[in-house]
């Protein structure tokens, strides 16, 4: 599976961003989907996540600001980013996990996006 973000920028506090992840070779795991960030000199963080069922999940900084969402037909994810900081400023990755039959996890990770958020 290889992902591929896009939608990075730079973008004034209070600003909008949308991100978006195509995937190719295989369609988006239906187990976990998710956007991570990484700031320099920190470690990659989660920002937010579907798993199986479609449950969100969003890191406390970003709840109420962020909205992840998948597209099935489009094999497509994405992160609506409102309301904008300084200190959403990072790399943003997606990943997808697939768990097998025999609870063997692999993950894919696409190559960051750039957003970068001034004050």
């Known amino acids: 599976v290889q992902l591929q973000a896009s939608g990075g920028g730079l973008v004034q506090a209070g600003g909008s961003l949308r991100l978006s992840c195509a995937a190719s070779?295989?369609?988006?795991?239906?187990?976990?989907v998710g956007w991570y960030r990484q700031a320099p000199g920190e470690q990659r963080d989660l920002v937010a996540e579907?798993?199986?069922?479609?449950?969100?999940n969003y890191a406390a900084s970003v709840k109420g600001r962020f909205t992840i969402s998948r597209d099935a037909t489009k094999n497509m994810m994405y992160l609506q980013m409102n309301s904008l900081k300084p200190e959403d400023t990072a790399v943003y990755y997606c990943?997808?996990?697939?768990?097998?039959?025999?609870?063997?996890?692999?993950?894919?990770w696409g190559l960051g996006t750039q957003v970068t958020v001034s004050s």
């Open positions: 990943n997808t996990e697939y768990i097998n039959r025999y609870g063997r996890r692999t993950t894919y």
């Open positions: 070779g295989s369609t988006l795991s239906t187990y976990h």
């Open positions: 579907i798993n199986s069922g479609g449950a969100t």
